[in-house]
DNA sequence: ATTACTGCAAAGCATTTGCAAATGC
DNA sequence: GCATTTGCAAATGCTTTGCAGTAAT
């Protein structure tokens, strides 16, 4: 059972091995245009990272870690993780901001929201077509739409101007 | 400075004063319906609700009323927050699933998700016109956009097929 | 009189952090 | 050798929960 591996596997395990040979090297320009150190733990998570598929948590990739040849700290997996997304290796689904917001919805029907990421204000726009455009995909994928949530990230009018060009 | 209020925070106070009346009784509608006691705790949390900004989060409204003559506790303050979700009076924006997903970035275009209620699915799709209509409403609201991200939650077609009308 | 709701404080959970030891440069 | 990283465990911050007392029906 573990010494016969399928067709499938294989070709996996190929995709992956490419990925970080790839991905690695790069990493390593990162770090050292960061100053930052090229280190084995940093380069076990990458490893981790793209052995995973397309989505995954921090905490499962910790707890793969956790114990085994390969043992990385919870506290260096979610560093590492945050070291990679800088790099643009990967992308949060749910940003970061902790605690939920809530607004009315009393005669306030649905609209998307623009956070500013440096004052933290929330700006309301609508857009029908973007609605239509979603609907078309959730048609196109038999998927059964509920709701949905769009925020943009940004800078908002006040504090794009606020901070001339250094 | 107390006693002599402004124009704008007169008719700040009125519009709040107006939803609360006519949200109220439509909560006691939703709470009877569900056979759940209409008490005084709900009530100042509702109030409460309607006399913030559009958008608050839990914890602030909660601080709010930790103290003075209509003090509710903080658990009653999620719950009943809970409730007024579930009634639809409001929304919450950061959806609830606790722990942030990554997704890889590398050779991996950005892309929108939908995530199914039932199985925790994530299914990816793309769509430019999506892409297009966000960045002219931010053009429309001088907001600089560094990323985006949608979410839609709903079925997919897995589960929508499994759960065959009762 | 029942039974649900509330307050409180304690638990939970994902994530972050402080610090001594380890490692890369 | 010196500074950065790591591991660990403790702290954090938001949210949920258990339970005994309180209030609504």
Redesign the interface.
């Known amino acids: 059972m573990k010494t016969i591996k399928n067709l499938k596997d294989k070709l996996l395990e190929e995709e992956i091995r490419k ?1 970080v040979e ?2 690695w090297p790069l990493f390593i320009d990162f770090l050292k245009e960061k100053k930052a150190r090229v280190t084995q733990a940093r380069k076990i998570v990458l490893t981790q ?2 052995s995973r598929h ?6 499962d ?1 910790a707890a793969a870690l956790a114990t085994g040849p390969n043992h990385v700290s919870r506290g260096t997996v979610y560093r590492t ?1 945050a070291l990679m ?1 800088e790099a ?10 902790v ?10 029907p649905h609209h ?3 956070v ?2 440096a004052c933290g204000d ?4 609508e ?1 029908p ?2 609605i239509q ?2 609907e ?3 048609r ?18 006040k504090c ?1 101007k606020a901070q001339k060009p250094a």
């Not at 397309?54 to 905490?59: E, I, L, M, S, T």
């Not at 643009?88 to 901001?97: N, S, Y």
């Not at 929330?122 to 726009?125: D, L, S, V």
């Open positions: 990925s790839e991905a990272v793209f397309d989505h995954f948590c921090a905490d990739l993780l997304e643009g290796f990967v992308r949060v689904i749910r940003d970061t901001d605690h939920a917001h809530y607004e009315h919805t009393y005669k306030h998307e929201h623009m500013c990421d929330f700006i309301e726009f857009d077509k973007i455009h979603i078309q995909a959730c196109d994928e038999a998927f059964i739409p509920r709701t949905h949530r769009l925020v943009v990230f940004g800078k908002c009018s794009s």
